[in-house]
């Protein structure tokens, strides 16, 4: 089973940005869909962002459309989250997440450590 190192995280101020990126172990990356979801302070789980396999399929959450983009680099084994123009609310432990169901938009049973994400107004 693959197993997920994010870092990337950190304290950044209303506005900017911050990168980032979830490195897996094993040779069968390309077998996964990938996906970030989040969790804030006194809430549950929430989905992000997901890519398939082949990184030709993504999809938003609509609060991020616009400001987030994921990729993947499948020789690097690493997945990644763009996040601009960050907002307060989007203070949370970052997941990244792995799937091998048939669909890239269920299925994530795998999951990183987290990192953690601070937007300060």
């Known amino acids: 089973q693959v197993q997920l190192v994010e870092s990337g995280g950190g304290l950044v101020q209303a506005g900017g940005s911050l990168r980032l990126s979830c490195e897996a172990s094993?040779?069968?990356?390309?077998?996964?869909?990938m996906g970030w979801f989040r969790q804030a302070p006194g809430k549950g789980r929430q989905f992000v962002a997901v890519?398939?396999?082949?990184?030709?399929?993504?999809s938003y959450t609509d609060s991020v459309k616009g400001r987030f983009t994921i990729s993947r680099d499948n020789a690097k084994n690493t997945v990644y989250l763009q996040m601009n123009s960050l907002k307060p609310e989007d203070t949370a432990v970052y997941y990244c997440a792995a799937s091998q169901s048939g669909s890239y938009l269920i299925g994530y049973n795998t999951w990183g450590q987290g990192t953690q994400v601070t937007v300060s107004s």
């Open positions: 890519i398939s396999r082949s990184g030709g399929s993504t």
């Open positions: 094993g040779r069968t990356f390309n077998s996964y869909h």
